[in-house]
């Protein structure tokens, strides 16, 4: 039974395959129809990118908290000083 398999590493992808190239090709082309434009695949790209706007709000979140707790610390300071 012909397989392939994808290393991937630092320095590029590595393609390695059992069996028979043309079969191992076949399956491929075979696999890659079954899962390319899937409802799975719509499914999976919507919650990444939902995923990746909320952690993106979220973090921008943080920063600002951040930001507003040390402005606010130096100018309470600012203030006391002034007293």
Do not use: C, P
């Amino acid at each position: 039974m012909a397989g392939m398999r994808a290393v991937h590493k630092k320095d590029g992808t590595t393609f390695k395959f059992s069996g028979d190239l043309r079969e191992a090709i076949e399956k491929a082309e075979k696999e890659l129809k079954e899962k390319d434009g899937t409802e799975r695949h719509t499914f999976l790209k919507w919650q990444y990118d939902n995923a990746k706007k909320a952690l993106e709000t979220y973090n921008r979140r943080l920063k600002d908290l951040h930001d507003f707790i040390r402005l606010g610390k130096e100018e309470l300071e600012k203030k006391e000083k002034e007293e």
